[in-house]
C-alpha cells in the first residue's frame, strides 16, 4: 500500500517538507512525484490533481487525492491509528493540536521574513520587532510542550509527533537565518538538524540547480550549521 505525494522544492518548500515528513518518520510508504513550484509549471503538473494548487498534494492507494497538511495529517490519523501520531497524554495530545493549527495559521513575520532556505546560513540577519514577537511566542510553545514532555525524549512532546512534523522547518530558520533562541530553543533546532530524514531531504535538495536561487540573501554566508549530509535516494 504506497502513496502517491507531490511536492516542490525540497530546499525551499517548507511545506512539502512537512508532507513528506509525515511519511518518512512514520514508516508510510510513500511515492514522490516533483511538482515545478519554483519552475513555473506548478498549475500544469498539479492538473490532474484538481482542485489542488498548492504543494505538497496526497493521493491515497484508492486514488482519493488530499491537499493541505492539515488535512493530509488527519486523514493520516484516520487510517493508521496504529502510528500514535499525536501525544498519548490528553492534555499533551490537547497543546500538541493547538500548536500544528497556530503553525498552519500563524507567525506571519517568520514566514515572510525568513522563508526555508536549506542551501544556505547566514550571518548578520536583522530581526524585526514582529519577528522578535513570533521568535518569543515560538519559544514559548516549544518550552510549554517540553513542559509537558519531561524527560521522555528531545522531541516537542518527548516521542516524535506531528508537532515536530510542523515544527521542524520552523527550526530550521533558526539555524538558517541565525535566529536568537535561548538554550531550550537551539537544543532543539541542533534535534532537528541532527535528524536523519532532514539530512537525507537536504542533501537530495542540494543536488538541485537554479539559474537565479530563490530568497538569496545581500549577507555573509557561514557554513551550515547542521552535521554534512550524505546523499540518499528518495523516490
Given at each position: 500500500m504506497t502513496y502517491d505525494l507531490w511536492i516542490g522544492d525540497r530546499s525551499f518548500s517548507s511545506w512539502s517538507l512537512r508532507?513528506?515528513?509525515?511519511?518518512?518518520?512514520?514508516?508510510?510508504?510513500?511515492?514522490?512525484?516533483?511538482?515545478?513550484?519554483?519552475a513555473?509549471?506548478?498549475?500544469?503538473?498539479?492538473?490532474p490533481l484538481a482542485p489542488a494548487r498548492l504543494v505538497p498534494v496526497l493521493?491515497?492507494?484508492?486514488?482519493?487525492?488530499?491537499?493541505?497538511?492539515?488535512?493530509?495529517?488527519?486523514?493520516?490519523?484516520?487510517?493508521?491509528?496504529?502510528?500514535?501520531?499525536?501525544?498519548?497524554?490528553?492534555?499533551?495530545?490537547?497543546?500538541?493540536?493547538?500548536?500544528?493549527?497556530?503553525?498552519?495559521?500563524?507567525?506571519?513575520?517568520?514566514?515572510?521574513?525568513?522563508?526555508?532556505?536549506?542551501?544556505?546560513?547566514w550571518s548578520g540577519f536583522a530581526v524585526s520587532d514582529a519577528l522578535a514577537a513570533d521568535l518569543a511566542r515560538l519559544e514559548d510553545l516549544w518550552c510549554r510542550a517540553r513542559a509537558h514532555a519531561g524527560a521522555s525524549g528531545p522531541w516537542l512532546f518527548g516521542a516524535w509527533s506531528m508537532a515536530d512534523v510542523f515544527y521542524l522547518p520552523a527550526a530550521t530558520r533558526i539555524a538558517t537565518y541565525g535566529l536568537p533562541a535561548g538554550p531550550e530553543a537551539q537544543a532543539y533546532v541542533a534535534e532537528a538538524?541532527?535528524?536523519?530524514?532532514?539530512?537525507?531531504?537536504?542533501?537530495?535538495?542540494?543536488?538541485?540547480?537554479?539559474?537565479?536561487?530563490?530568497?538569496?540573501?545581500?549577507?555573509?554566508?557561514?557554513?551550515?550549521p547542521g552535521p554534512q549530509e550524505t546523499a540518499v535516494n528518495q523516490s
Open positions: 508532507g513528506w515528513l509525515m511519511f518518512e518518520t512514520f514508516g508510510l510508504p510513500v511515492q514522490l512525484h516533483e511538482a515545478g513550484l519554483y513555473g509549471t506548478l498549475a500544469q503538473d498539479l492538473a493521493r491515497t492507494p484508492e486514488g482519493v487525492v488530499v491537499g493541505d497538511t492539515a488535512a493530509m495529517a488527519a486523514v493520516l490519523e484516520e487510517r493508521h491509528p496504529e502510528l500514535q501520531l499525536w501525544p498519548d497524554d490528553p492534555a499533551a495530545r490537547a497543546l500538541a493540536r493547538w500548536m500544528v493549527a497556530e503553525m498552519h495559521s500563524g507567525f506571519p513575520a517568520l514566514r515572510g521574513d525568513c522563508p526555508m532556505d536549506l542551501r544556505h546560513a538538524l541532527a535528524l536523519p530524514a532532514l539530512q537525507a531531504w537536504r542533501a537530495r535538495g542540494l543536488q538541485d540547480r537554479y539559474e537565479a536561487e530563490p530568497y538569496d540573501q545581500d549577507l555573509p554566508q557561514r557554513p551550515w
